[in-house]
Structures are given as structure tokens and as C-alpha cells.
Nanobody
Framework: QVQLVESGGGLVQAGGSLRLSCAAS????????VGWFRQAPGKEHEFVAAIDWNSRMNYADSVKGQFTISRDNAKNTVFLQMNTLKREDTAVYYC????????????????WGQGTQVTVSS
């Protein structure tokens, strides 16, 4: 088992930035790939970005150039830098981990954090 805890969410004005963190504990060998997903009110989970152990990355088209994912393997932590935030980025952001390569579907990730709320105001 690996436990994931997200932090860094909050209320920000449109155009602002936030940096989310996902800290892992437990069997961290199960976090070969870590993904960020988000869920806006009334919507399904949406893939945002993912990174593997070797820092290969994958981004949703909607956040390319706006969000940056990174990881510190020594600290078992993955980050999501979110810039130029828009109202449509408002959602609960979740990190998820899996023991294999990057995937973009929620059901490919067995381990999930509790989520952190990001609210972008106009």
C-alpha cells in the first residue's frame, strides 16, 4: 500500500498560480507513475498530467504550457505547478499512483489521495 496526501490547494484569482504537492508514504515502490486528476462539480474525473520515475511526462492538451508536473524521488513527492489559472480550472485535484508506466485513465491507478480543492475566482 502507498498513502498519498495532497496539499497546496486554495482560493486564487484568475491569472494566479498555485503549486500542488503529493507526498507519498508506505510502499513507495508502487508510485512508479504518479498522475494528477481533477474533478469539477458535476463532472467526471479528468486526467491532467502524469510523470514516471524517470521524469517522463504526459499532459492533457487542456493544460499544456500552463501546468508543469515534476517529482522529487528522494522525498517521494510529486508537484503540479499551475500557472495562469482560469475559472475552468476550479476542481478538486487528486494525485494517484501506480506501479507501472504512465496511464491516463482513472481505473489504471489503484492508489489515490483525498484531494485538494482549487478554486479560481474571476
Amino acid at each position: 500500500q502507498v498513502q498519498l496526501v495532497e496539499s497546496g490547494g486554495g482560493l486564487v484569482q484568475a491569472g494566479g498560480s498555485l503549486r500542488l504537492s503529493c507526498a507519498a508514504s508506505g510502499r513507495t515502490d508502487s508510485m512508479y507513475a504518479v498522475g494528477w486528476f481533477r474533478q469539477a462539480p458535476g463532472k467526471e474525473h479528468e486526467f491532467v498530467a502524469a510523470i514516471d520515475w524517470n521524469s517522463r511526462m504526459n499532459y492533457a492538451d487542456s493544460v499544456k504550457g500552463q501546468f508543469t508536473i515534476s517529482r522529487d524521488n528522494a522525498k517521494n513527492t510529486v508537484f503540479l505547478q499551475m500557472n495562469t489559472l482560469k475559472r475552468e480550472d476550479t476542481a478538486v485535484y487528486y494525485c494517484a499512483a501506480r506501479g507501472g508506466p504512465i496511464k491516463t485513465m482513472t481505473d489504471e491507478y489503484p492508489y489515490w489521495g483525498q484531494g485538494t480543492q482549487v478554486t479560481v475566482s474571476s
